[in-house]
T-cell receptor, first 116, second 111 residues
Framework: GAVVSQHPSWVICKSGTSVKIECRSLDFQATTMFWYRQFPKQSLMLMATSNEGSKATYEQGVEKDKFLINHASLTLSTLTVTSAHPEDSSFYIC????????????FGSGTRLTVV | DQQVKQNSPSLSVQEGRISILNCDYTNSMFDYFLWYKKYPAEGPTFLISISSIKDKNEDGRFTVFLNKSAKHLSLHIVPSQPGDSAVYFCAATQGTYKYIFGTGTRLKVLA
């Protein structure tokens, strides 16, 4: 089945710095990828839809300038958390369309971001 | 406004017995529903799905039931195994890949 690789799996950074998270589709081309965030004991919240070769579509309430998304190739989307603050600490997960399942996603393994 | 709700944050079941996880939704336009399983520090993995034109879908030990009139779906796991212990999310969509997820139910299967 489709495999999505996400890196790093965890990262600790200082407040004010930027962190880049990568999401790769390993055995298929993903024209569209999705970025989610999950706070403890809460559901996965869609942040943005990443489209290859065009601008990402952000959900309401998500700061575009803070969460920069780049989808420069058919197999790679990146999420950069700029000027990170402790409230940005969360679990970030990417996903891509699973071609084997109607309307299904294949998720990456997630990135635990801690901003200190 | 939480369109997809999982009102039970946790559930404990004895090994071999049936686990029933519930999910309620408010949007009658949702036409596809999925269940995902998530282990700690990992991304969710797809489990089973159901289209709104069906009321039941079965895959091995997993069965999903959909009651459109009640806007309710449930996941049955029979028999439950310790390896099923995880957080289960239901998700719904309306004709797109944009899903609305529930808050999850933590299932613990006791050996």
């Amino acid at each position: 089945g489709a495999v999505v690789s996400q890196h790093p799996s965890w990262v600790i950074c200082k407040s004010g710095t930027s962190v880049k998270i990568e999401c790769r589709s390993l055995d298929f081309q993903a024209t569209t990828m999705f970025w989610y965030r999950q706070f403890p004991k809460q559901s996965l919240m869609l942040m943005a839809t990443s489209n290859e070769g065009s601008k990402a579509t952000y959900e309401q309430g998500v700061e575009k300038d803070k969460f920069l998304i780049n989808h420069a190739s058919l197999t790679l989307s990146t999420l950069t958390v700029t000027s990170a603050h402790p409230e940005d600490s969360s679990f970030y997960i990417c996903s891509a369309r699973d071609r084997d399942t109607v309307y299904g996603y294949t998720f990456g393994s997630g990135t635990r971001l801690t901003v200190v | 406004d939480q369109q997809v709700k999982q009102n039970s944050p946790s559930l404990s079941v004895q090994e071999g017995r049936i686990s029933i996880l519930n999910c309620d939704y408010t949007n009658s336009m949702f036409d596809y529903f999925l269940w995902y399983k998530k282990y700690p520090a990992e991304g969710p993995t797809f489990l089973i799905s159901i289209s709104s034109i069906k009321d039941k879908n079965e895959d091995g030990r997993f069965t999903v039931f959909l009651n459109k009139s009640a806007k309710h779906l449930s996941l049955h796991i029979v028999p439950s195994q310790p390896g099923d212990s995880a957080v289960y999310f239901c998700a719904a969509t309306q004709g797109t890949y944009k899903y609305i997820f529930g808050t999850g139910t933590r299932l613990k299967v006791l050996a």
